[in-house]
């Protein structure tokens, strides 16, 4: 079986311009979150979508907006890029919310790179 | 305010040593506990969890963590450590009516010498 994937894998951009990032999650998967991984640190939560309803948001500016489609793929998108936002996105996706079916299943993440 | 440390940002043992790799954690209730381990390049795999129960909990790879609540820790540990092991890993501290969002350490990163 498939396991979350995610495009691009990678991609560079200049600052002031948008980017989509795609996730597609493992299939009968209802639930997709966001994860911004700047260059050791830690992933931050940005965004989580649980049967096209957006569950949560993170601390992060209104540049940063997602979506989940009805086959609970999604997307991540970022207007006007800074150099900060330089990060390996990840996407993961759950079956549920909580207990074992909320265990997360991470993709292996779209690089962006910001000149 | 929630949050997650991880003290020691780098930490080298010899093949075959035992290893253990610390966690605390603040948050308002008891949450649901994990370390993920990260190769580079690559994505984050569950070595483990903590849901409830046994304190004591094993997971792959001959991982094993302890859940001390008095400690709010979570350390991870390994008797034996093998070179395939060298990578970074994170604790994760999740609310218990939704696990999508977790909040991460900082990582420990591991090297392993022949």
């Known amino acids: 079986d498939a396991g979350v994937t995610q495009s691009p894998t990678h991609l560079i951009k200049t600052r002031g311009q948008q980017v989509t990032l795609r996730c597609s999650p493992i299939s009968g998967h209802k639930s997709v979150s966001w994860y911004q991984q700047v260059l050791g640190q830690g992933p931050q939560f940005i965004f989580q979508?649980?049967?096209?309803?957006?569950?949560g948001r993170g601390n992060f500016p209104d540049r940063f907006s997602a979506r989940q489609f009805p086959n609970y793929s999604s997307e991540l998108n970022v207007n006007a890029l800074l150099l900060g936002d330089s990060a390996l996105y990840l996407c993961?996706?759950?079956?549920?919310?909580?207990?074992?079916?909320?265990?997360?299943?991470f993709g292996e993440g779209s690089r962006l790179t910001v000149l | 305010a929630q949050s997650v440390t991880q003290p020691d940002i780098h930490i080298t043992v010899s093949e075959g040593a035992s290893l253990e790799l610390r966690c605390n954690y603040s948050?308002?209730?008891?949450?649901?506990l994990f370390w993920y381990v990260q190769s580079p390049g690559q994505g984050l795999q569950l070595l483990l969890k903590?849901?409830?129960?046994?304190?004591l909990v094993q997971g792959i790879k001959g991982f094993e963590a302890e859940f001390k609540r008095s400690q709010s820790s979570f350390n991870l540990r390994k008797p034996s450590v093998h070179w395939s092991d060298a990578a970074e890993y994170f604790c994760?501290?999740?609310?218990?009516?939704?696990?999508?969002?977790?909040?991460f350490g900082q990582g420990t990163t591991l090297q392993v010498k022949p």
């Open positions: 948050y308002g209730a008891t949450p649901y």
């Open positions: 993961a996706s759950s079956s549920g919310l909580a207990g074992f079916t909320g265990e997360l299943f």
């Open positions: 903590y849901f409830s129960g046994d304190t």
């Open positions: 994760a501290v999740g609310a218990r009516s939704n696990t999508g969002k977790l909040i």
């Open positions: 979508y649980y049967e096209k309803e957006e569950r």
